[in-house]
């Protein structure tokens, strides 16, 4: 499983600043620390970019790159920073992301920079309601890179993961729908989730269950990617095999078979108890793993 690092971005309050004031040092600290904890791609998060954009994206990548050998995931809504970020890039660079909104401009740059790239299944109405919708956005997307001869394999498909705290907007499950037909819509086709999201709203010491519990589901589906916390140790060690009977178990729960709670291992509990939270069909308070 590739594993992407989501730890440079605008919105942290400490390399938000660096980022605005191109400061190098701590951006360049945080580049290492993650690539030192194992994960394969630093995403360079520097949200909308409207205002000069292509600017920091482009002193963004040369700062990373100048410290670290590792490809980076361009995340930015502009595709005009995403090109200027591209043009400087080494090796092979992933577009974070690309939808159908803004397809017509962006995927012209897969080709002319020879990168791979995340299509976001966000429809011109907005996020998706199903697995269906998922489905139609997939293809339509697909459609317009093949015609203009990308191919399939050059495709990330994020079904957008949503927070579980959200109970009324829970997508989880049409989420993990999709994951498991994705390998029928588009044959060759890869896929990213970004983990985080599912715990977004909820307390920071409890993050990681909500975090580490999507991703075993989600390796259920063979997933090919997820964007995540690099500094998350437990999480890489499960996303690299080391907890097999963890996500053995996980995957028994998912087919229905609840393990009596009371006989495990408390720690392992706590993993058990977060399935149905993440997919809503429990819903979500800030002390569900205490009842
Ligand atoms: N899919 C794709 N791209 C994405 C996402 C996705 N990019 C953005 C996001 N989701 C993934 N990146 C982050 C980055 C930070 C956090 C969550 C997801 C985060 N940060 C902490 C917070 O906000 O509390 C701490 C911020 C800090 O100080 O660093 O949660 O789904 N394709």
Redesign the pocket.
């Known amino acids: 499983m590739i594993l992407i690092g989501?730890?440079i971005?605008i919105?942290?309050?400490?390399?938000g600043p660096a980022l605005r004031e191109r400061n190098a040092a701590p951006i360049q600290k945080m580049a290492r620390a993650m690539t030192e904890a194992g994960v394969d791609y630093l995403?360079i998060?520097i949200g909308p970019g409207r205002r000069a954009g292509d600017e920091m994206m482009e002193w963004a990548v040369k700062t990373v790159q100048e410290v670290v050998d590792m490809p980076l995931?361009l995340?930015c809504t502009n595709p005009v920073a995403i090109e200027a970020g591209l043009k400087v890039h080494k090796g092979r660079a992933l577009i974070?992301?690309i939808s159908l909104v803004r397809m017509e401009e962006e995927l012209p740059l897969v080709t002319r920079y020879d990168a791979d790239f995340?299509g976001?299944l966000w429809g011109r109405e907005g996020m998706p309601r199903d697995a269906d919708e998922r489905s139609m956005i997939a293809m339509e997307l697909m459609m317009a890179a093949n015609e203009m001869g990308i191919s399939t394999e050059t495709i990330w498909f994020?079904p957008?993961?949503t927070p579980a705290s959200n109970v009324d907007t829970n997508q989880v499950i049409p989420c993990l729908e999709f994951m498991s037909i994705l390998h029928d819509i588009a044959p060759g086709g890869k896929s990213?989730?970004?983990l985080?999201?599912v715990?977004?709203g909820t307390p920071?010491h409890l993050?990681p269950y909500l975090n580490r519990t999507y991703l075993m589901m989600l390796m259920k589906h063979n997933i090919h990617s997820a964007?995540v916390?690099a500094f998350d140790a437990e999480l890489i060690k499960t996303a690299r095999g080391e907890r097999s009977e963890r996500v053995a178990m996980i995957h028994r729960i998912m087919d229905g078979e609840m393990p009596d709670l009371a006989s495990l291992d408390p720690e392992e509990a706590k993993y058990a108890k977060s399935v149905r939270v993440v997919t809503g069909e429990v819903l979500y308070s800030h002390s569900w793993l205490d009842v």
């Open positions: 989501e730890n971005n919105m942290s309050k400490t390399l995403d998060n995931s995340d974070n992301s995340i976001l994020d957008i993961a990213a989730v970004g985080s999201n715990s977004n920071d993050r964007i916390d």
